[in-house]
């Protein structure tokens, strides 16, 4: 499931930063990983998206965000909630998301700055979400967006004084 979240939000995101992404090679299957990863062919990437940013220790997180120049798309997943759909004898994951996309402000930038911030940030992010909403692949038993997706503005003074919007939603993963 973590992977596949990797492989679906990488899509979106330029091939120069991605390659930034994968920074400590290690082993074979890392290095197998990041060449599925920069090989894949995609026609979504987003012009404007500097860095990718995916995972859950709040730790690691702050350390790379903190190093990011530039608009960053930061995937945090956060706990899977599984029942057992009797009617049809299967079992659905809902994989609880966050997506952001944002970008360090230095704390003498004025509010028409971060206003154009703004902008840029919520137009990147619904381009993902009218996306999301198409990508459905039922064969595979994946539904990227089950609605509602709620989108905020995002303001963090801890992870290099980031700006921009987040959106929170459920990933549905059916298994057989």
Sequence with gaps: MIKELFRYFAAFV?????????????????QDFRQEIISAESDRRLDGIDAFILGADQEKLS??????????LFVEYARITSQINSKTDRQDNRLRVSVTVAVPEPDNLDLVSCTLNQERCLTL???????????DDLKRGIVWMDFPATLTVWSSKA???????????DILFIEN
């Excluded at 120069?16 to 994968?22: S, V, Y």
């Excluded at 350390?63 to 960053?72: A, L």
């Design 125 to 135: 992010i619904k381009s993902i979400r009218t996306h999301m909403r198409d990508d």
């Design 159 to 169: 992870l290099a004084n980031s700006h921009g919007w987040s959106m929170e939603f």
């Design 14 to 30: 330029p091939l120069k930063a991605l390659e930034k992404t994968f920074q400590l090679p290690a082993g074979k299957e890392y």
């Design 63 to 72: 350390q790379r965000i903190s190093s990011v120049s530039g608009t960053f």
